[in-house]
């Protein structure tokens, strides 16, 4: 019988991340207010300098820290895992692995990213960290990130998801950290707003722009922000996933998977598993690799490829990506972490490149999956990683419908044990589909139409 | 450096598991309503024919079936893990390792046992099994189990809990098990006992009469009740744990642990841990193995070894363990799992024969212990074990004061993520301790007076 965990050992951990920056010479650089690129030293009063190198870094390989390797070894590597009671039930000749990730303490791929951020917060002499976070998944992934170096953490909560998830508040409370509902009464922007929507949901956007401003108006300069996604540095502390699949795929004589599937809100977990991958493909491996969205968030398969901001409040910089305009306010979906407006532009430059094929799903088929899912493999999933299950199970159906066999990969990207409210709306019938209509989608759009265009070029640099 | 996680390969798992009974000769056998030694075809209207053969089995190994651990594997081995982080922490010269048995699908222990006993449930032609949960953490592993061999299964789950942890009902239905608060109004005994006690939390010792009701008086012969501690069998399955740990202890060169803990509600996660270590020590092996209980349910360190139900009801057999009387209800403690009258009559003859020495904790030490783990490991534990972790880290701290390099191991019984109300509870200040006063005790131990009484007796047979 073969093993349905294949288990790579603590010493064969990747000690560097991959950094495709390098391998995307077309990248668009984010821009300033002025227009022009922005340089280092302009977000630092944002980032640390230490992070802010390896956001525009463009060297292929980057070695992962001693102290952040031997934080990460708490729950890395992570199992392969293969779904072989699923595909019993699916009849399928494919075989389908996912990276567990839901195994980290916070329970899900976040801490990947958060370990190294307040690392490098910490070492550059910061005191406080500030954040936003949508499902939670990120603002408890930091939360303990900054308890295992004794950082201040405070983390602006996506209101819906605040309401939603209590337990995930107190959650970061275990972990020592702060989290307020957001649009909130802390910041300048959160009380303009809650002023002309005192009944918003919230939005990442919105929760991005009070986080940004509690950090840069601390005056002691000891406080900084971080964020969990879109960013180049995220989506390099992320390929561990990826690099531990090859390693793992390898231990059992699997050359490479036919199609590699991720969920994607900011870009995050679907970056970390699948740019490794992406390198090979660029080296003309046949790989398909498709992120997922829902059809209430459809950022990759309906935004523009434009400059936008990354929060509602225009204080971050241009960034070059897929986006449903930054004053975007999603419906309440019950999958917290894909509501969000724009996409990392690393991942929406791959799209552009035709490395990535995005799909969008609703959140029914959404959960017909997860249940399918709990119902074969056991385990609960979170409604974001749900995505990606209904991916993968689409493409298994697919595969014994042209009866090939078909090596399909995952990114199990968190547990679903604080989301079972939504397993709960959906089993009692009240849940709905929701599409976003054209003319909602084109007038988010209108907010585009002032700022500067991207190039849009693909291939390798001239 | 050395590895945190020690994984054993699915090819080592444990195929057999072992049967203390063998050498506990002095075991007193379940009395039925005659005051005799209950023969295996009185309990056929509770279990079925293969399982009460486990329960009465003195064979020391029993082959675990394939079909069980083809499921076993989805999650187990389970890492046996150092806490290396407590330890530095500590400043302790101890070792401390535990077994992590957080990562099942149910987030416990418990599918352990529920796994074999759907099985057998299953060959045998049963179609429904119901069963009663106090935290939740048995309810919902039995629901997943029935959902693998496609069983019916409801669940009376102890109406504090139920209220307590709505999220633990809906993991419950999310693998298709009907969850309701007990005492119920689905059974007579439910009904007498709200018709006496309306406002009562319930108890485990009240949910199973209930349990056990609905399932003998379905007049179809196609449902069986299922217990998810306290019997014979069940401390059989558990040892898997305390088998793999032993393999685990000796791939790093460790030839005997020195002290091994487990908490204890009733007792099926310290026996699966400590019964293949007390198997050593039987044989001259120092090892000092410890139930810890709460001081608000002391039932070994205060109870009385005597003949008593193990339901309110007195539908159950007498069984010789030590016991606070069948009436006896527990304040709400949160740590639902550890609030029962009785014990495992296969630990309680462990503790007669001086294999084991039990100690109880407040609830403000163990959720101190609790938040000392999340923040030095990052995991968050279930109430239930930080009950182990408390007295893992006694005994890391006398280590330190003896300059001892002692070996330390404890059962991570499992997390607490469908718990945090209780955290909540106690970052807010708002728990204080209870021990059981004397005369509250005395009163309830009243029950037993007019019951058999079991032998005292130790060591070998004669």
């Given at each position: 019988?073969e ?27 984010p ?23 390896q ?23 992570v ?34 990213t ?8 910490k ?12 499902a939670?998944?990120w603002?408890?992934?930091l939360?303990y ?8 953490c ?12 209590p337990?995930?508040k ?6 020592g ?6 649009p ?12 002309e ?45 990826g ?18 599937i ?31 969205e829902p059809?209430?968030?459809?950022t ?5 490829f ?26 309440a ?31 029914l ?14 385990f ?5 990683t ?31 044990l ?25 007038k ?12 849009v ?6």
């Amino acid at each position: 019988m073969e093993d349905v965990k294949i288990q790579l050992s603590e010493k064969d951990i990747p000690k560097q991340w991959y950094n495709i920056a390098a391998d995307l010479p077309n990248l668009q650089p984010p821009l300033g207010p002025n227009g022009k690129p922005i340089t280092p030293e302009m977000l630092t009063p944002v980032f640390p300098m230490n992070i802010i190198e390896q956001e525009v870094s463009t060297k292929r390989w980057i070695d992962i820290p001693d102290e952040v390797l031997e934080i990460l070894y708490q729950w890395r590597p992570v199992p392969l895992r293969r779904a072989i009671r699923l595909e019993k039930f699916l009849n399928t000749p494919a075989k389908i692995f996912y990276k567990d990730e839901s195994v980290s303490p916070a329970g899900s791929h976040k801490p990947n990213t958060a370990i190294p951020q307040a690392y490098y917060n910490k070492v550059f002499g910061i005191k406080k960290i500030t954040t936003e976070t949508g499902a939670g998944q990120w603002g408890s992934a930091l939360a303990y990130a900054c308890n295992q170096f004794g950082l201040e953490c405070k983390v602006y909560m996506v209101r819906i998801s605040f309401d939603q998830k209590p337990f995930r508040k107190l959650m970061m409370q275990v972990w020592g950290a702060n989290c307020i509902a957001s649009p909130s009464d802390k910041t300048e922007f959160g009380r303009q707003i809650l002023k002309e929507m005192p009944d918003t949901p919230g939005s990442l956007g919105i929760a991005i722009s009070e986080a940004v401003e509690d950090a840069v108006h601390d005056k002691t300069g000891q406080t900084r922000y971080s964020l969990g996604s879109v960013l180049n540095h995220v989506m390099l502390h992320q390929t561990i996933i990826g690099l531990e699949a090859k390693k793992q795929l390898e231990m059992i004589g699997i050359k490479k998977p036919d199609i590699v599937i991720g969920c994607a809100g900011g870009g995050s977990n679907f970056a970390g598993l699948t740019f490794p991958f992406a390198a090979d493909k660029i080296n003309g491996a046949d790989i398909e690799i498709i992120p997922v969205e829902p059809k209430a968030c459809p950022t990759l398969t309906r935004g523009k490829f434009a400059y936008d901001h990354g929060d509602t409040a225009c204080m971050t910089p241009l960034l070059a990506m897929h986006t449903l305009g930054h004053a975007f306010v999603p419906e309440a979906i019950h999958a917290g972490g894909l509501r969000y407006h724009g996409m990392a532009p690393l991942v929406c430059q791959g799209v552009v490149e035709g490395l990535f094929t995005p799909r969008a799903y609703h959140q029914l088929k959404c959960y017909e999956s997860a249940l399918t899912w709990a119902r074969t493999e056991g385990f609960i999933c979170a409604p974001e990683t749900s995505h990606a299950i209904a991916a993968a199970i689409d493409e298994a159906v697919k595969a014994r419908e042209e009866g090939k066999e078909k090596v399909i990969l995952f990114n199990y990207s968190g547990h679903g044990l604080m989301d079972l409210s939504g397993y709960n709306l959906y089993m009692s019938g009240k849940l709905t589909d929701y599409e976003l209509p054209d003319d909602i989608l084109n007038k988010s759009l209108e907010i585009l139409k002032d700022l500067p265009k991207p190039e849009v070029k693909k291939g390798k640099k001239e």
